[in-house]
């Protein structure tokens, strides 16, 4: 009895604590915002309202179902502080290093959420393409905002939305006009250089393609050395009609970092979006996907690869929600975990009653390396509408001692064999990226950490 | 309370001679009868006081009424579950009256002894106790209500030492047997049903096998729930000492009623070492009129431990009745090489709600485990299936299959899929699929276009979408889930 007593005070203990840090993160921003004018009233509305939703809402446990696998303990202990001036440091030579070798993109960077004039280049954009900082765009023209910024992830009941809502500074905005083509993929580096305090960012990031857009982005969450901070950080993505958009994501952070991302994606009739992303880094990893369509036909895939290692928690949300008749979706997810990794997936495909001819599938394999490594995973299908097809599939294994003995047996060694099957495994997932130099990369990354992990 | 059996022949028959399946939906059930007899009910309401007469009533030992007190006083302080995809107007738990007993002179040792009205019951849902004994060797515990007033072949068992006889009777008789096992599988505070069966239960059917015995017949229990208001909490326990094999089938229908009547059932299995049970369930309880109003809410825990090595626990269900239900059947798979299965076909419609699937707890190495899950949804049915598959850290080498499809029948229908897998093992292989899509045109043409009519020719995609679970149903119950399953889809379907 005394031990449940004592757990249940620990608990509310902890949900003070933590009620207190998301105040203190929300109520600095909402300071911020009301000082920088009257033209963004209705930014301010929006980042009261958020700010009140912060404070309305139950602080997570082990019991609300979205977060069920991962604790907020360790997030919570480390008392992150919000980033608040701006690192003009760097210069183009220090970012070298985090470059991926022959990509020809445009390139924009973030230094910890803020937009980097000095250490972004864009090259020359095509005709009816903006690449900027919001925060800039906040103050020089808020009308084109309005209504998209926000809009998209809505009033949703995530708890690290509202809050990156509340406090919000800067980030990326890409606004591609109807019609508008970008050939050359954009590069956004969304790079974190620690501080002494730990800190965490909150960069609101939007890109909306106008009718018939077409773009490719390859977004890259880097760090620069081991730093411990947090991100979190929200991606609204709008879709017109018949538009086109590749989204490559590859989040690489230190080893320490704390990642929060929620991606709000919004798709009109016909449009068409392939993202990809892939998981390596960070400590402990958090990403909401949502999806909504407000067109018919529409199709969206979503692919990924994510490998946890010692210390790691990654963890992919799935939300997709049909409301419409006629549209597709994918999912297709693949893990591999070693060390002490742990992986958590949750993927749901919503069919409303009028989404007739729903095509839906979700598969999410993992392979598990080593003893100590967990996976969790619950694909679900929530289906009111009769003429569909929905399925998903798991599957949890590990490398076939045949396949193994095969390659052992053309002299080639247990560890390079592993990777090798590891590396074919993965494959699939690293093809869909787009440009050579970004495939290459991955494969290299990818490879480099399977050669790390203390396999057994 | 009038006895109404013409009218469910004046439906049947319409049935017949119509022979449009938009009139049969309105056939209504079949079973809905209520059979008059003088019953010994307590009033409605719970408190310790009800607990205490219940226990009385059953002249149980002190040890079991304070078990039952022990979890009544755990259930106050237990929530109602609300996270299954089921909705209902909350249940007034003072409003039902806990106990509810066919008055009865002394024990009846033969059917002779049975009340007549009883027997005629079971001859009208078609299940009459002397043919039970000539069919196939099976012996029929039959449950009315609350009380066991037959049993069949009980003499046979007892040359073979099989212990097959209702809970109260094995409390008297068989105590430190069921000490010893009552209530380990599903303790009192698993759930808030759990605790409140374990506090109320009136009775229920106790196996016991010896070692190295194969029970020489299938044992059987009928169910059915009866006297108005009688929330209805059986107890079923089923021990398979080492090296034995049980299988065990359960049926049950329902008079029709306009309130709802709640049913919240516990049913314990323990496999041990190389012991093998096999439980089939064929449930057709009355699932509420058009608009849902009346039907059995069906709230049961059951679960299964393979508690010794090599064991295997089975579970086979066909679920076509009940507005609702909540029912998990589980496996822990305790001993090393056990292994656990579950293979279900739930259909959902008119306004039925179910929430139903399975839990695999793989602890031992080296156990396996496999789910069959088919789901049919039509009308305005919901569904959902809801599994675990947790593979432990010392679990070495499990294994675990599973599939779960459904088939949607009708716009206004849904279906669910909430798998949760949890693997801590790295040497564990498992799998899971799951579809959802309705019986395509190309299949429905393809059958039209060789001369079936429309309901033929689902009956005979529904059934072969059913067909790897009625395969693992013992043989009189597969013909029988067959017939009702084409009954209960009668109407559904255009």
């Given at each position: 009895m005394s031990a449940a007593a004592n757990s249940s005070r620990q608990q509310t203990e902890a949900a003070e604590a933590f009620a207190g840090w998301l105040q203190g993160l929300s109520g600095g921003a909402a300071v911020d915002a009301t000082s920088s004018g009257t033209a963004q009233d209705w930014l301010a509305a929006e980042r009261q309202q958020a700010a009140e939703r912060v404070r309305a809402q139950a602080v997570p446990t082990g019991k609300s179902e979205s977060w069920r696998y991962t604790g907020l303990r360790s997030l919570i202990d480390q008392g992150f502080v919000q980033v608040d001036e701006s690192l003009t440091a760097l210069t183009p030579d220090d970012i070298e290093e985090i470059l991926v070798p022959g990509l020809d993109a445009h390139r924009a960077v973030l230094v910890n959420g803020r937009y980097s004039e000095a250490l972004s280049d864009l090259g020359t954009l095509p005709r009816g393409v903006r690449v900027g900082s919001l925060q800039r765009m906040i103050e020089s023209d808020p009308d084109a905002l309005q209504g998209v910024l926000t809009r998209i992830a809505g009033e949703g009941s995530h708890l690290f939305a509202s809050l990156n809502t509340a406090a919000m500074q800067d980030g990326l905005v890409l606004l591609l006009e109807r019609g508008a083509l970008l050939e050359r993929p954009i590069e956004v580096i969304h790079l974190s250089v620690g501080m002494e305090e730990p800190r965490v960012a909150?960069?609101?990031?939007?890109?909306?393609?106008?009718d018939g857009a077409q773009a490719q982005v390859i977004e890259r969450y880097v760090s620069l050395g081991d730093a411990l901070y947090c991100t979190n950080?929200?991606?609204?993505?709008?879709?017109?009609?018949?538009?086109?958009?590749?989204?490559?994501?590859?989040?690489?952070?230190?080893?320490?970092?704390?990642?929060?991302?929620?991606?709000?994606?919004?798709?009109?009739?016909?449009?068409?979006?392939?993202?990809?992303?892939?998981?390596?880094?960070?400590?402990?990893?958090?990403?909401?996907?949502?999806?909504?369509?407000?067109?018919?036909?529409?199709?969206?895939?979503?692919?990924?690869?994510?490998?946890?290692?010692?210390?790691?928690?990654?963890?992919?949300?799935?939300?997709?929600?049909?409301?419409l008749p006629n549209c597709s979706s994918r999912e297709r997810f693949k893990g591999i975990l070693y060390g002490k990794g742990r992986a958590v997936f949750d993927g749901l495909v919503y069919v409303a009653r009028d989404a007739q001819k729903?095509?839906?599938?979700?598969?999410?394999?993992?392979?598990?390396?080593?003893?100590?490594?967990?996976?969790?995973?619950?694909?679900?299908?929530?289906?009111y509408a009769d003429d569909v097809k929905c399925s998903h599939g798991t599957t949890v294994g590990q490398i076939e001692p045949e396949m193994l003995f095969y390659l052992r047996s053309r002299g080639i060694s247990a560890s390079l064999a592993r990777r090798m099957l590891c590396l074919g495994f993965a494959g699939e997932i690293i093809e869909a990226l787009g440009p050579e130099a970004l495939r290459d990369y991955v494969t290299e990354q990818v490879g480099e950490r399977l050669e790390r992990a203390p396999l057994d | 309370m009038s006895a109404i059996p013409a009218e469910a022949i004046t439906a049947e028959s319409k049935a017949d001679t119509v022979g449009q399946y938009d009139d049969l939906v309105n056939a209504g059930y079949e079973h809905g009868f209520v059979t008059e007899i003088e019953s010994d009910t307590l009033p409605p309401g719970l408190d310790e006081g009800v607990v205490r007469a219940i226990s009385a009533r059953k002249g149980e030992p002190e040890w079991m009424t304070e078990w039952r007190l022990a979890a009544y006083r755990k259930w106050l302080d237990m929530p109602t579950p609300t996270w299954a995809a089921v909705h209902y107007p909350p249940i007034d738990y003072q409003a039902i009256s806990y106990f509810s007993a066919p008055k009865k002179k002394e024990g009846p040792k033969s059917l002779d002894e049975v009340d007549p009205i009883l027997l005629e019951t079971y001859q009208k849902l078609g299940i009459p106790i002397e043919e039970q004994k000539a069919l196939a060797g099976i012996a029929v515990d039959a449950v009315f209500d609350s009380v066991s007033v037959a049993t069949t072949f009980r003499e046979k068992l007892h040359?073979?030492?099989?212990?097959?006889?209702?809970?109260?009777?094995?409390?008297?008789?068989?105590?430190?047997?069921?000490?010893?096992?009552?209530?380990?599988?599903?303790?009192?505070?698993?759930?808030?049903?759990?605790?409140?069966?374990?506090?109320?239960?009136?009775?229920?059917?106790?196996?016991?096998?010896?070692?190295?015995?194969?029970?020489?017949?299938?044992?059987?229990?009928?169910?059915?729930?009866?006297?108005?208001?009688?929330?209805?909490?059986?107890?079923?326990?089923?021990?398979?000492?080492?090296?034995?094999?049980?299988?065990?089938?359960?049926?049950?229908?329902?008079?029709?009623?306009?309130?709802?009547?709640?049913?919240?059932?516990?049913?314990?299995?323990?496999?041990?070492?190389?012991?093998?049970?096999?439980y089939s369930t064929v449930q057709n309880w009355y699932p509420g009129d058009e608009d849902g109003k009346g039907g059995i809410y069906n709230f049961v825990t059951k679960r299964g431990d393979c508690r010794g090595h090599r064991s295997k626990i089975s579970w086979t269900q066909v679920e076509t009745g009940s507005a609702i239900t909540w029912k998990y059947p589980s496996c822990i798979l305790r001993g090393d090489d056990s292994v656990g299965e579950f293979y279900s076909v739930a259909v959902t419609k008119g306004r039925q709600q179910a929430d139903t699937g399975t839990k695999?707890?793989?602890?031992?190495?080296?156990?396996?485990?496999?789910?069959?899950?088919?789901?049919?949804?039509?009308?305005?049915?919901?569904?959902?299936?809801?599994?675990?598959?947790?593979?432990?850290?010392?679990?070495?080498?499990?294994?675990?299959?599973t599939q779960c499809d459904s088939l949607l029948i009708g716009d206004k229908s849904s279906a669910h899929t909430f798998p949760y897998i949890e693997v801590k093992n790295s040497s564990a292989k498992m799998e899971h699929e799951a579809t959802t899509s309705k019986i395509s045109d190309d299949q429905l043409f393809y059958c039209r276009s060789r001369g079936l009519s429309e309901e033929d020719a689902v009956s005979m995609i529904v059934n072969g979408f059913c067909k790897e679970v009625f395969n693992e149903l013992p043989m009189e119950f597969a013909v029988e889930a067959q017939k009702l399953l084409s009954i209960s889809l009668e109407g559904a379907v255009g």
């Open positions: 909150q960069p609101r990031h939007l890109i909306s393609l106008g950080s929200v991606l609204e993505l709008s879709l017109g009609r018949d538009a086109l958009l590749k989204h490559a994501r590859v989040q690489q952070e230190s080893p320490n970092a704390f990642h929060i991302t929620g991606l709000y994606l919004s798709q009109d009739a016909n449009s068409h979006y392939a993202g990809v992303n892939i998981g390596l880094g960070g400590t402990w990893a958090r990403t909401d996907l949502v999806t909504r369509f407000s067109g018919e036909h529409a199709e969206c895939d979503l692919q990924g690869l994510y490998l946890a290692g010692d210390k790691q928690l990654i963890d992919y949300h799935m939300d997709v929600r049909h409301g729903t095509d839906a599938a979700m598969s999410n394999r993992n392979l598990i390396l080593s003893a100590n490594a967990e996976v969790d995973t619950k694909p679900q299908l929530e289906i | 040359e073979a030492g099989v212990i097959f006889c209702s809970i109260s009777e094995a409390v008297q008789e068989y105590p430190e047997l069921v000490q010893k096992y009552l209530g380990t599988v599903v303790p009192p505070t698993d759930n808030f049903y759990t605790g409140l069966n374990s506090a109320v239960f009136t009775d229920g059917t106790f196996v016991y096998v010896p070692k190295n015995t194969r029970c020489p017949m299938e044992l059987s229990t009928y169910f059915r729930i009866n006297t108005a208001n009688t929330g209805q909490f059986e107890r079923t326990l089923i021990v398979a000492d080492e090296g034995s094999y049980v299988s065990y089938l359960e049926g049950c229908t329902a008079p029709q009623r306009d309130e709802n009547q709640l049913h919240a059932a516990v049913v314990e299995l323990i496999a041990l070492d190389d012991a093998e049970i096999k695999m707890i793989h602890l031992g190495k080296n156990t396996s485990s496999t789910i069959v899950s088919k789901g049919i949804s039509a009308q305005h049915g919901q569904q959902a299936y809801r599994g675990l598959v947790r593979i432990a850290a010392r679990a070495e080498g499990a294994r675990n299959h």
